[in-house]
């Protein structure tokens, strides 16, 4: 049976120059906010769906800015490989909470704290490049 590779749509929400990560009930990791893209979606149609799920936020994809396209070995599932297009989430309406889905969210710099686990992409490739270009600490 061949792996399905997961495709997916990664907000990147930035305040006070530290990132917003996200952390699922039955994860030990943190991760971006967003989700896969659903069959007939487009990258921003399914992260606006999914930071309406995740954080409660309404958000437009106008203010959706294209940061980059990312693979990796998808966290906890060895041999899947996911194709993570990021988007700068520039403005939202509403108060981010955590939606039943989300466990944990986390504000954090580059500098991860010990103990905390963060995704290959989001902790190994869009943070850095944040850091790079001067939008977080």
Do not use: C
Request: hydrophobic residues 45%.
């Amino acid at each position: 049976m061949t792996m399905v590779d997961i495709h997916k749509a990664a907000g990147i929400i930035i305040q006070d120059r530290k990132l917003l990560f996200t952390r699922a009930a039955d994860m030990d990791f943190f991760i971006d906010p967003g989700g896969k893209i659903e069959p007939g979606e487009t990258a921003q149609q399914a992260l606006v769906r999914e930071l309406k799920e995740e954080l409660n936020i309404d958000v437009v994809e106008a203010d959706l800015e294209v940061f980059g396209d990312y693979t990796a070995e998808a966290a906890g599932k060895a041999g899947k490989t996911v194709h993570m297009q990021a988007f700068i989430v520039k403005k939202w309406q509403g108060t981010i909470t955590a939606s039943s889905e989300i466990e944990e969210l986390r504000w954090l710099t580059s500098d991860i704290p010990e103990g905390i686990q963060v995704g290959s992409i989001f902790g190994g490739q869009v943070l850095p490049a944040l850091k790079q270009q001067d939008l977080v600490d």
